[in-house]
């Protein structure tokens, strides 16, 4: 007699929109259970169509994520896959952007996810198998001027992810970092409005003018790729016995890494970045 194989058990945030909403869709279509988690779970009918299960999380409230969590372990008996794809975008000089803002952004971008693995981990590691896929950026191993916020979060959020890797890989559960670069999602507008709205006008509106209309552009927006390809990665490394610790996506992301190590030093570096947006020398 054959014993029937458990059904994978998956857990998506930030699946409303963008990255987080191609993973989930393309998850659910393989028969995976799929929880789509969310502040905003009527944006989810991808989901739905696909046969996932929208369920609203903030993660900027523990008490929503502890509540979530257990609904899942209680109707699913567990995680098999967390993804944390929720995050978003915050701009504008150190000078001018307000603090609050700043911790606002650290909760959606780190701490959440903090959470959600702080309550799964434990029936992970007692199972001794599981997979965490943690989305980063590239904006997390290399820096631009304005992005001081949001750049110290997924530097922070890649960080953590390489501790919780070298943690968790004794008992059997893999912990993977995905650093998407230039894909296609709302991120691109918030970034763009935050900037404009903190930094706009004043010391640095020179610069920040200057940055808005390159990263609005019709040239930038034809370099962005589909959501879709971050949810291929997704799919290689669960189908791989043995995932990579980090994947880039799309290849240029890989090429930009490559040519920041190649410019050999940090002030070569800021040269490029501030020639990249046409930024000037001096204000």
């Known amino acids: 007699m054959t014993t029937a194989t458990k059904t994978k058990v998956a857990l998506v945030t930030g699946a409303s929109s963008g990255i987080g909403e191609a993973i989930a869709v393309r ?39 502890e509540a979530s969590v257990s609904s899942i372990i209680a109707e699913s008996g567990g995680v098999d896959i967390l993804v944390n794809a929720a995050g978003t975008a915050l701009y504008g000089s150190v ?58 979060t997924k530097f922070a959020f890649e960080g953590f992810s390489a501790s919780l890797r070298q943690e968790l890989s004794p008992f059997g559960v893999d912990v993977v970092i995905i650093r998407p670069d230039a894909i296609r999602t709302g991120w691109r507008a918030i970034a763009g409005e935050t900037l404009l709205a903190h930094s706009g006008e ?50 240029m992301a890989k090429v930009l890494l490559i040519m920041s190590a190649l410019m050999g030093s940090d002030r070569n570096r800021d040269a490029f970045v501030r020639w990249f947006f046409g930024l000037p020398k001096t204000m």
């Open 27 to 65: 998850l659910a279509s393989h028969g995976i259970k799929t929880y789509g988690a969310a502040r905003r779970t009527e944006r989810m009918e991808q989901l739905e169509k696909a046969g996932g299960h929208p369920i609203k999380i903030d993660l900027a409230d523990p008490v929503s994520i």
């Open 202 to 251: 004043g010391p640095y509106a020179k610069a920040t003018q200057t940055a808005y209309a390159k990263i609005m552009s019709p040239q930038f927006e034809k370099n962005l790729s589909d959501p879709s390809v971050v949810a291929d990665v997704v799919d290689n490394i669960l189908s791989a016995k043995r995932p990579k610790p980090v994947y880039m996506v799309p290849r």
């Open 95 to 152: 000078e001018e952007t307000p603090m609050a803002e700043a911790r606002r952004l650290f909760e959606a971008n780190l701490f959440g996810a903090a959470a959600l693995v702080q309550q799964l981990a434990a029936q992970m590691r007692a199972r001794r198998s599981g997979t965490i896929i943690n989305i980063t950026s590239v904006g997390g191993v290399v820096s631009s001027p304005y992005g001081a916020w949001y750049h110290a």
